[in-house]
DNA sequence: CTCGACTCCTGTTAGC
DNA sequence: TGCTAACAGGAGTCGA
């Protein structure tokens, strides 16, 4: 579950490798590595190499070296971060509320003793050396109206597929699109170019909140829908059972009544 | 190019 | 009690 709000949180925790030398990596779990990426490439491009920032497209963190390398980290769905052993975030939705270091995929060793790792149970996340960020559409929360329109509300797919399409804009999970489309009182379903521009703009106003919301509350799960979202949950707006469907791949949750 | 269907990963939980 | 099957969702691949 972690979207683009934990990816923020991650983000600010991951400052704290700024500044600190790298004295090792150990990506020994060869399936987290992605896209030609390996322990040897990792150790030729990063060791002895200093951290000196960090950045976030979407879901996608990107930690910045001295030598100009950039070095991709995912998450999935059930990924953590922890530097010198703490995380930002206790544990996630969806996901283990143990904790076991057998569970780290990754992990950076930093010259002053200290180190940043992946604990992820599924194995859905990954770590990418020079990741490919052109792929990626505009981040979620600072996206334009005009791009927004643009690259969202177009087309006949249903409008939350488009919102969990990574390439259109990045950062939207299903958590995300289903308390955004909830608050605006947009069915899931809708044909993402059919939608009025008054709802494009409700659309657009309504994900800058739930972002700030959710980010103020402490996750994704924060929203008013989620403790709705279960079998025979109840709209929080309206009282109505809500409709429990699969739109755009996903388990989705609307309220059949204010949602049209 | 677009888009739905399928696949991957594995801990948790519902149900028999 | 112990087992199995369904479920969770991010993301890549494939074929129409």
Known sequence: M????????????????????????????????????TQESL?????????????????????????????GLRFGMTG??????????EYLEYSSKRN???????????????????RDPRRLGGVILEPDEGALGPDAFTVAPKHFRTRVAVGPVAIKAR??????????????????L??????????????????????HRHLKRVLA???????SHSGKLQASRVRGGCCPR????????EVGGRTTFSCPHHQA
């Open 182 to 203: 909830w608050r605006s009182g947009i069915d899931p379903a809708r044909q993402a170019g059919d939608l009025s521009d008054n709802e494009v703009k409700k659309l």
């Open 238 to 245: 309206c009282g109505q059972v809500l409709d429990r469907r």
């Open 2 to 37: 972690p979207e683009g709000v934990e990816i923020e949180y991650y983000r600010r925790a991951a400052d704290r490798a700024i500044g600190r030398e790298i004295a090792s990596i150990d990506a020994s779990d060869t399936w987290f590595t992605k896209e030609g990426t």
């Open 100 to 118: 076991e270091t057998a569970w780290d995929r990754f992990t950076m060793f930093f010259a002053d003793g200290g180190d940043l790792r992946i």
């Open 213 to 219: 919301d959710f980010v103020r509350d402490g996750g």
């Open 163 to 180: 919102l969990l399409d990574q390439s259109r804009v990045a950062g939207i999970g299903n958590l995300i699109a289903d308390e955004t």
């Open 43 to 71: 150790d030729d491009a990063l060791v002895g190499e200093i951290v000196i920032g960090t950045r976030r497209i979407g879901k996608l963190l990107i930690l910045e070296l001295g030598n100009g390398a950039r070095l």
């Open 80 to 89: 953590r971060i922890l530097v010198d052993g703490k995380g930002p975030i």
